[in-house]
Structures are given as structure tokens and as C-alpha cells.
């Protein structure tokens, strides 16, 4: 009996070093990136099939916050270097691998029958959705392009300004109607079935859109982490990503430090 429970106890302790799942990559997402992950994931599992992945996608804001407090992820995709920024001064996030994979725009987005044709047209409108700025890099990118055009303050005043916790909860509330436009990304507005790109927020407006990826300290240790960090700047990779409506380019396969 003794020779059994000594066998027990060395088994435990065998399963207790062991890690939970071989292959397991958790990643953390910008919510704007939700179906082209998906598709990346996908077509990554084809030539690595032990590979698992757990996927978390919400604002960048949020993610960065989560990461901080201790939630576990491999590799996290910012739709903004700010949040990759706040992870790298902790000290979470590898300063030297950091890769722009990706890059977006911004549009407004409403039904057919709307009437916008510039930003300022928009002042006319009662409901206009965003991103909170304070954690959702579309919706800071909606708010720089509105102060700049000097239609900010009187929105925000007039209360027509409604804010989403993320960037495709404002393109479900212009699905639904809830909302008379909405501002996302170029790559939201293709997913839309009710609502149409109303106009392209002029770039010169606000800051140029690019997605940092980066491993945490975790994932740096995370063999199939590296390997899918790797894959990210593929040339398989950039005709996923083009196909989701993603603007890539030669910077895109080069490792970067962020802005």
C-alpha cells in the first residue's frame, strides 16, 4: 500500500509540473480584429494541429488593463501603440518584438437613405455612435478626427455622441438603427449587412492606424507562441489579412518598435 500512495504522490506531482496544454497560445485581441484572428488561427492550425488557442478579444483598453492585473495571455494585438506602450513601461510586453502586422482606417458608417458627405454633416445628425476614447482606439482616432475638424466640443455638448465599449458595438447600433451613424474601422464597415460607409474620415485628421503585436513576458517563454508570432508577419498571413480588408505593406514583416 505504501509503495502504491508513494506512486500516487510522484504521478501528482508529475501532472503538477507538467503545463496544462501542450501548444496552448492565449492570445489577447482588439475587438476589431475579431474575424480575421479567427481566420489566422485557422489557417495556422492546418500545418500546426496541436496548436490551441484561446482567444480574448475586447478594446485595447481594456485588454492592456487585464493584462496588467495579471490575466493570462501570450501575444496581444493592439488596435493602437498606446496600449502596447502602457504594457511595455511595466515591463510586460518585449520591447525588441514588437511587429506592426496591420494597418486600418476610419469611416462613418449609416443607412442608405443618410445624407452624410462630409464630417460636418454629421452635426446634423441626433445619434452618433463611437468607441469610448478613454479605451477604444477607433473611437480616440473618431475623436481626434472630430476636434481637428472643430465638431467635437459642439457634439459632446449637444449629447449626440453615444459611446460603445467597444468598436463593433458602435457597428451593432448602426446595424440595428440605434444610431444614425457610427464611426469604425474600414474592416468593420465590409462586415456591415444594413449599414454603408458614408464617408472616409480624412486621414490628414487623425494619426495613421497600425496594429503592434507583441509577446508578454509569459509568452516569450511560450515556444508556439514565437512560432505563431512569427507566422503573423507571413506572406500567407499578409493575403489573410488583405482579404479582411487590413492594409499591409514591406513594414509589416519587419520588426518594430512602436511610436
Known amino acids: 500500500m505504501a509503495t502504491f500512495i508513494r506512486?500516487?504522490?510522484?504521478?501528482?506531482?508529475?501532472?503538477?509540473?507538467?503545463?496544462?496544454?501542450?501548444?496552448?497560445?492565449h492570445l489577447a485581441v482588439a475587438a476589431s480584429m475579431t474575424d480575421v484572428v479567427n481566420a489566422l488561427c485557422s489557417d495556422y492550425a492546418l500545418s500546426h494541429p496541436q496548436t490551441r488557442f484561446v482567444r480574448n478579444y475586447a478594446s485595447s483598453g481594456t485588454l492592456a488593463k487585464q493584462i496588467a492585473a495579471g490575466a493570462p495571455a501570450d501575444l496581444f494585438v493592439s488596435a493602437s501603440p498606446k496600449w502596447m506602450d502602457f504594457l511595455k513601461n511595466k515591463g510586460l510586453i518585449e520591447p525588441t518584438g514588437i511587429r506592426i502586422?496591420?494597418?486600418n482606417k476610419v469611416v462613418v458608417i449609416g443607412r442608405p437613405?443618410?445624407?452624410?458627405?462630409?464630417?460636418?454633416?454629421?452635426?446634423?445628425?441626433?445619434?452618433?455612435?463611437?468607441?469610448?476614447?478613454?479605451?477604444?482606439?477607433?473611437?480616440?482616432?473618431?475623436?481626434?478626427?472630430l476636434i481637428a475638424a472643430g465638431l467635437?466640443?459642439?457634439?459632446?455638448?449637444?449629447?449626440?455622441?453615444?459611446?460603445?465599449?467597444?468598436?463593433?458595438?458602435?457597428?451593432?447600433?448602426?446595424?440595428?438603427?440605434?444610431v444614425n451613424a457610427a464611426f469604425v474601422y474600414r474592416t468593420d464597415a465590409l462586415l456591415a449587412k444594413q449599414a454603408i460607409t458614408l464617408l472616409e474620415v480624412p486621414q490628414e485628421l487623425y494619426p495613421s492606424v497600425s496594429y503592434p503585436a507583441g509577446l508578454t513576458s509569459l509568452g516569450t517563454t511560450n515556444r508556439e507562441a514565437r512560432e505563431f508570432m512569427h507566422y503573423l508577419g507571413s506572406s500567407d498571413a499578409a493575403a489573410i489579412f488583405s482579404k479582411y480588408g487590413f492594409l499591409?505593406?514591406?513594414?509589416?514583416?519587419?520588426?518594430?518598435?512602436?511610436p
Open 248 to 258: 499591409t505593406d514591406t513594414r509589416s514583416a519587419t520588426l518594430a518598435k512602436t
Open 152 to 178: 467635437y466640443q459642439g457634439m459632446k455638448d449637444g449629447q449626440k455622441l453615444v459611446l460603445t465599449k467597444d468598436v463593433r458595438q458602435a457597428l451593432m447600433y448602426a446595424e440595428r438603427g440605434e
Open 101 to 103: 502586422i496591420a494597418h
Open 113 to 145: 437613405c443618410s445624407k452624410i458627405r462630409v464630417l460636418s454633416d454629421l452635426t446634423s445628425l441626433p445619434r452618433i455612435a463611437m468607441g469610448s476614447p478613454a479605451s477604444v482606439p477607433a473611437g480616440k482616432y473618431a475623436e481626434q478626427a
Open 7 to 25: 506512486l500516487l504522490l510522484s504521478l501528482s506531482l508529475l501532472l503538477v509540473a507538467l503545463p496544462a496544454f501542450a501548444g496552448e497560445i
